[in-house]
């Protein structure tokens, strides 16, 4: 999966487009990419399970699967009482906003 960074503010509140079959690329500035990106090589050490889950849904999951997954890692990982250095705390939550859909796209260009 290709990283691209966000080419406005606004663009840096979506992860990614919801519908995985048209995704292209996961958007590097968005927090919970950079939550990930700074805590990937503990994550990788400590819970590559869970580091697994969600590269595997970011890449191949629409927006809802994502969001389930990473959520539940989310709780899991704060559930736990060793961290191993990840601040799982600072995780962001993640939510159907944080998405971009193709009918919202097409909506805001018309409005342009």
């Not at 968005?30 to 890449?59: A, G, M």
């Not at 961290?83 to 193709?102: C, I, K, Q, T």
Request: net charge negative; glycine share 2%; proline share 3%.
């Amino acid at each position: 999966m290709m990283f691209c960074k966000a080419s406005s503010r606004r663009s840096q509140q979506y992860i990614c487009c919801a519908n995985s079959v048209i995704r292209r690329g996961i958007t590097l500035d968005h927090p919970f990419i950079e939550w990930l990106l700074d805590n990937s090589f503990k994550l990788k050490q400590y819970y590559e399970r869970q580091f697994q889950r969600i590269v595997t849904s970011l890449c191949a999951g629409d927006a809802d699967a994502i969001i389930k997954e990473c959520n539940r890692i989310r709780e899991q990982m704060i559930s736990l009482p060793e961290h191993h250095g990840v601040d799982v705390n600072a995780m962001p939550r993640l939510s159907e906003d944080d998405f971009w859909s193709w009918e919202e796209w097409i909506d805001h260009s018309e409005k342009l």
